[in-house]
T-cell receptor, first 114, second 116 residues
Framework: AQSVTQLGSHVSVSEGALVLLRCNYS??????LFWYVQYPNQGLQLLLK??????LVKGINGFEAEFKKSETSFHLTKPSAHMSDAAEYFC????????????FGKGTKLTVNP | ETGVTQTPRHLVMGMTNKKSLKCEQH?????MYWYKQSAKKPLELMFV???????ENNSVPSRFSPECPNSSHLFLHLHTLQPEDSALYLC???????????????FGPGTRLLVL
């Protein structure tokens, strides 16, 4: 069975600083990995996803994530935080066999300080 | 705009009430999902419908009853809920395929449910 661990339920950065949100996964088969963002009172919006191919994935709003099989990680980064990045971020792993199921992490709430 | 709408956005109900949540997707997808999002817990998958057929029931209590009349609409019928059922209920849709490609799920804004 797949699982996802997001290290740190809260992360606080200053505006303009590097954003690093950590995600580690467990999967018995090659995973498909996703990052979603949830703004207050809204649903989840896809930031980026990794399926196959290039391990560095670029998403919307300047975010990117790198798939590292040896470390079973898929950390999300952004070089320079903006106030509008304040939200909750969820990492998710796709299950094997073509199932539509996604397993989500508990989420990391990002605060951006002026 | 995600193309997935949910109504109502907020709902307060007593434990003896019957209510329904509605989800509609305008993306031409063939799979739809209900998730429960509670504070401090991971997003929990409740039900999956693929081409209107239920393919997943993740051990959800029978007081939650899904209905998928067509590939664009999904309902969650609620009956005799408990206070611990208070949560944000999210609907999602995707273009499921028989290949092993994990298709992106698109989410609605959710219904914030409070059970008194």
């Amino acid at each position: 069975a797949q699982s996802v661990t997001q290290l740190g339920s809260h992360v606080s950065v200053s505006e303009g600083a590097l954003v690093l949100l950590r995600c580690n996964y467990s999967s018995s088969v090659p995973p498909y990995l996703f990052w979603y963002v949830q703004y207050p009172n809204q649903g989840l919006q896809l930031l980026l996803k990794y399926t196959t191919g290039a391990t560095l994935v670029k998403g919307i709003n300047g975010f990117e994530a790198e798939f590292k099989k040896s470390e079973t990680s898929f950390h999300l980064t952004k070089p320079s935080a903006h106030m509008s990045d304040a939200a909750e971020y969820f990492c998710a792993v796709g299950t094997q066999g073509g199932s539509e199921k996604l397993v989500f992490g508990k989420g990391t709430k990002l605060t951006v300080n002026p | 705009e995600t193309g997935v709408t949910q109504t109502p956005r907020h709902l307060v109900m007593g434990m003896t009430n019957k209510k329904s949540l509605k989800c509609e997707q305008h993306l031409g997808h063939n799979a739809m999902y209900w998730y429960k999002q509670s504070a401090k817990k991971p997003l929990e998958l409740m039900f999956v419908y693929n081409f209107k057929e239920q393919t997943e029931n993740n051990s959800v209590p029978s007081r939650f009853s899904p209905e998928c009349p067509n590939s664009s609409h999904l309902f969650l019928h609620l009956h005799t809920l408990q206070p611990e059922d208070s949560a944000l209920y999210l609907c999602a849709s995707s273009q499921a395929s028989s290949a092993r490609n994990q298709e992106t799920q698109y989410f609605g804004p959710g219904t914030r449910l409070l059970v008194l």
